[in-house]
């Protein structure tokens, strides 16, 4: 039988998992409506320098979501920040707040 705290610990697991699919999910749908027709898997090459790191990549998706004027809340930048991270770059996760 499990104590109440590892059900409690089970269970924040388990909402992370479900928000990081739906956040994935989110990413997704968000850059292939907005993206996908001007970026190809090219764009995502790392020779170029611009991205290194979580914290470039974050800046590149919000520059381009405002030059594109595609209006997204933080969320939906972080979402598609998270996508193309797990998709192409496989940086660490977490970003150094500054």
Avoid at 5 to 26: F, H, N
């Amino acid at each position: 039988m499990f104590s109440t705290g590892a059900s409690c610990l089970i269970a924040i697991s388990s909402a992370v998992e479900a928000a990081t699919e739906s956040q994935l999910a989110r990413g997704e749908l968000l850059y292939s409506t907005h993206c996908l027709a001007c970026h190809t898997e090219q764009m995502h090459w790392r020779d170029r320098g611009l991205v290194t790191d979580m914290d470039s990549l974050l800046a590149q998706v919000r520059r381009w979501q405002n030059v594109s004027r595609a209006r997204w809340s933080e969320a939906d930048i972080e979402a598609v920040t998270q996508y193309l991270n797990s998709l192409y770059y496989k940086f660490p996760s977490a970003r150094q707040d500054h």
